[in-house]
């Protein structure tokens, strides 16, 4: 079945970086669009980033733009978010979601958590 | 960016109970709104696509109508396993966005 396994989340200080993996299987990833999206603890959801199935588009929100980088390898079939100047306001669970053909979300990851603390 | 506006932000029903939430956009997007439900700790679950159509295996309880700025989330016989939280999302354009969700608890 189709199955998105997110790792790499943590403790991390303000201004540090982190990387955060998401580990696909169960469909051919390499087809999709894949995405994103936070939650802040006891908040609702925010959508993060998107990368096209081979990588060559990308869209930011506007709070990360410039810090966190979209990437994908699709011979892994692995999806990838680079956090660079991290800071307070970007703790969260990050969960990595499959869209469908139109851009909603069918499957999601269990999310992992990040910590921005000093 | 566009705007979703969810109401009620929360809301007290019985098993049993109708139950509808709104979402409104801050501008027309057609028919391009999906709803989720999210239960505490797990990751969010597609009910709702294009507005109006069923996610395979999401119960016929759960409807989904609007267009345009207005949409509705209908529960038409609320069970127990539907308290949770619940939240729009609108594909349109980028940046894609989330109504602010609607938790439904037990009265």
């Known amino acids: 079945q189709v199955q998105l396994v997110e790792s790499g989340g943590g403790v991390v200080q303000p201004e540090r970086s982190l990387r955060l993996s998401c580990a696909a299987s169960g469909f051919n990833f390499r087809n999709y669009a894949m995405h994103w999206v936070r939650q802040a603890p006891g908040k609702g959801l925010e959508w993060v980033a998107v990368i096209s199935h081979d990588g060559s588009t990308k869209y930011y929100e506007d709070s990360v733009k410039g810090r966190f980088t979209v990437s994908r390898d699709n011979s892994k079939n692995t999806l990838y978010l680079q956090m660079n100047s991290l800071r307070a306001e970007d703790t969260a669970v990050y969960f990595c979601?499959?869209?469908?053909?139109?851009?909603?979300?069918?499957?999601w990851g269990q999310g992992t958590l990040v910590t921005v603390s000093s | 960016a566009i705007q979703l506006t969810q109401s009620p932000s929360s809301l007290s029903a019985s098993v049993g109970d109708r139950v509808a939430i709104t979402c409104r956009a801050s501008?027309?997007?057609?028919?391009?709104l999906a709803w989720y439900q999210q239960k505490l700790g797990k990751a969010p679950r597609l009910l709702i696509y294009d507005a109006s159509s069923l996610q395979s295996g999401v119960p016929s309880r759960f409807s989904g109508s609007g267009s345009g700025t207005d949409f509705t989330l209908t529960i038409s016989s609320l069970q127990p396993e539907d308290f949770a939280t619940y939240y729009c999302?609108?594909?349109?354009?980028?940046?894609?966005?989330f109504g602010g969700g609607t938790k439904v608890e037990i009265k």
């Open positions: 999302q609108h594909f349109n354009s980028y940046p894609l966005t």
């Open positions: 979601a499959k869209t469908t053909v139109t851009t909603v979300f069918d499957c």
């Open positions: 501008q027309g997007i057609s028919s391009a």
